[in-house]
């Protein structure tokens, strides 16, 4: 009965020795460029004229997603010689900030305002793929199914115009953070390696596309400055927090005279309608890959399966 036990495990030992020549674990990293196209931001700038007597408006838009930045990727997977491929990668994107600006143009003087977006993205995800090996050269394609946590800032800064009395207008900078649940989304890649040396380590480079619709589901201004001093406290809450919804309900206010007061109430947060944020991207990536090899498995004279 012991010389059957330890036989299953020779076996099933040298069966996981050998497979784990095939086995890899790499890391790579590289620069995305948001899809064009992608409209994630809106808004127009009005210039006035009071000699004349008109309105100009202009539009203006950041027309990237917020998938435009960097990417690292930490990769586990298994391929053989030539076949399928199989793994399980994670990373985290740090978005590029991208900006618009616009505002009010007055006679002699301009209300201006600056938008900058800024997305960031956690993500997990398990690969399929097919890869075929011509020697050193190793010719990847994958596909992943990704389960990710976006979130991205919107920082504006706003100067108002000069006072009659000649002083400076205020000055406003505030930061607003938008969340929401795990989102999922798809990636495709295509990569070649080269293996170096004895074929435990590879370099390799590709191209990969990043399908990703980001739907917050709240909002909260995490910063807000007054003059460049902390003014935060003199928010309500309406001000300050947002939640976005297929479906709701608003209570307004009746006023005695009969009109109705459109304002949200002050001490809840503020009722918006969902809406999507892009973070599509295509990526250039470069990485490093480690093989499992076990060479005292083969003769001398023989080499291990690439």
């Not at 002083?167 to 989304?185: H, Q, S």
């Amino acid at each position: 009965m012991t010389r059957t036990f330890l036989t299953y495990v020779l076996i099933l030992l040298s069966g996981t020795s050998a497979s784990a020549q095939y086995f890899s674990i790499g890391v790579q990293s590289g620069f995305g460029i948001g899809i064009p196209d992608a409209t994630h931001g809106n808004y127009s700038t009005l210039r006035y004229s009071a000699a004349w007597g008109y309105v100009v408006e202009k539009y203006n838009a950041t027309n990237k997603s917020l998938g435009q930045g960097v990417p690292v990727e930490i990769e586990f997977g298994y391929a053989g010689k030539s076949g399928i491929s199989f793994g399980l990668t994670g990373g985290y994107l740090y978005g590029l900030k991208q900006s618009v600006n616009y505002g009010i143009e007055y006679y002699a003087d301009k209300d201006e305002r600056k938008a900058t977006y800024q997305g960031h993205c956690f993500y997990a995800a398990a690969y399929l793929g097919m890869y075929k090996r011509l020697k050193n050269w190793g010719f990847s394609l994958r596909a992943y199914p990704l389960f990710t946590f976006p979130k991205y800032l919107r920082t504006t800064e706003i100067q108002l115009p000069d006072n009659p009395n000649g002083t400076a207008g205020d000055n406003y900078m505030f930061v607003r953070e938008y969340k929401g649940p795990m989102t999922v989304g798809f990636k495709g890649s295509f990569d070649i390696e080269y293996l170096l040396g004895n074929g435990t380590k590879a370099v390799f480079f590709g191209f990969s596309y990043t399908h990703l619709s980001f739907s917050p589901s709240k909002s909260e201004v995490t910063t807000y400055e007054k003059n460049r001093h902390d003014d935060i406290s003199s928010l309500t809450t309406n001000e300050r927090y947002a939640e976005y919804s297929n479906s709701q309900e608003v209570t307004y206010d009746l006023n005695p005279d009969g009109s109705v007061n459109w304002t949200q109430h002050a001490d809840q947060p503020y009722k918006d309608y969902k809406f999507d944020v892009p973070f599509d991207n295509f990526a250039f990536n470069l990485g490093f890959r480690f093989y499992f090899h076990r060479y005292g498995n083969h003769p001398k004279d023989e080499k291990p399966p690439l």
